[in-house]
T-cell receptor, first 113, second 112 residues
Framework: DGGITQSPKYLFRKEGQNVTLSCEQN?????MYWYRQDPGQGLRLIYY???????QKGDIAEGYSVSREKKESFPLTVTSAQKNPTAFYLC????????????FGPGTRLTVL | KQEVTQIPAALSVPEGENLVLNCSFT??????LQWFRQDPGKGLTSLLL?????REQTSGRLNASLDKSSGRSTLYIAASQPGDSATYLC???????????FGKGTKLTVNP
């Protein structure tokens, strides 16, 4: 089965804690993305990576960090510096060239207790 | 800065009706435009992608059009079904940018 997996589906964080959201794809896609979605809002780009060992900030990168050590994996860490982290987080990937369509994972819902 | 607006925010129709969802964008220098579907609590599913050089794309009962000069796209759904109930998101990739800019979506309810 090819696709994008995100884990966990639900995540609860205490204030002051860092948490890491997992995103894995077996589609052999070069580019990967992290978005945040708040109720009634469109998706906002946090970070993206076009190749291994390289990534760029999106529109709302403050309080987040990423790594891209492998083509298949693009984990997102939500740090304690992110003041309002409760949201739905979506990971996506896209092949370089081709149709340019982005393929999305099922999402992780993060709640701060 | 590219901004994407979707109107209406919510739409309720009886089953079988044809309907149109609207998307407008402020900067006409786009690379492509995509329509996505999102079911509650789920990820996004790509429906149609229109390149900047294209005027429309069709997939089954769905037809998306693009008018770059006026900064508009429409998603036409024919013979709507209750299974079409979802939130539909429009996203624009501007020329020279890697990013997609999303609208807030239109929540569609198709009543049996």
């Amino acid at each position: 089965d090819g696709g994008i997996t995100q884990s966990p589906k639900y995540l609860f964080r205490k204030e002051g804690q860092n948490v890491t959201l997992s995103c894995e794809q077996n589609l052999n896609h070069d580019a990967m993305y992290w978005y945040r979605q708040d109720p009634g809002q469109g998706l906002r780009l946090i970070y993206y990576s076009q190749i291994v060992n390289d990534f760029q900030k999106g529109d709302i990168a403050e309080g987040y960090s990423v790594s891209r050590e492998k083509k298949e994996s693009f984990p997102l860490t939500v740090t304690s510096a992110q003041k309002n982290p409760t949201a739905f987080y979506l990971c996506a990937s896209r092949p370089q060239g081709g149709t340019d369509t982005q393929y999305f994972g099922p999402g992780t819902r993060l709640t701060v207790l | 800065k590219q901004e994407v607006t979707q109107i209406p925010a919510a739409l309720s129709v009886p089953e079988g009706e044809n309907l149109v969802l609207n998307c407008s964008f402020t900067d006409s220098a786009i690379y492509n435009l995509q329509w996505f579907r999102q079911d509650p609590g789920k990820g996004l599913t790509s429906l149609l992608l229109i390149q900047s050089s294209q005027r429309e794309q069709t997939s089954g009962r769905l037809n998306a059009s693009l008018d770059k000069s006026s900064g508009r796209s429409t998603l036409y759904i024919a013979a709507s079904q209750p299974g079409d109930s979802a939130t539909y998101l429009c996203a624009v990739r501007s020329s020279g940018s890697e990013k997609l800019v999303f609208g807030k979506g239109t929540k569609l309810t198709v009543n049996p």
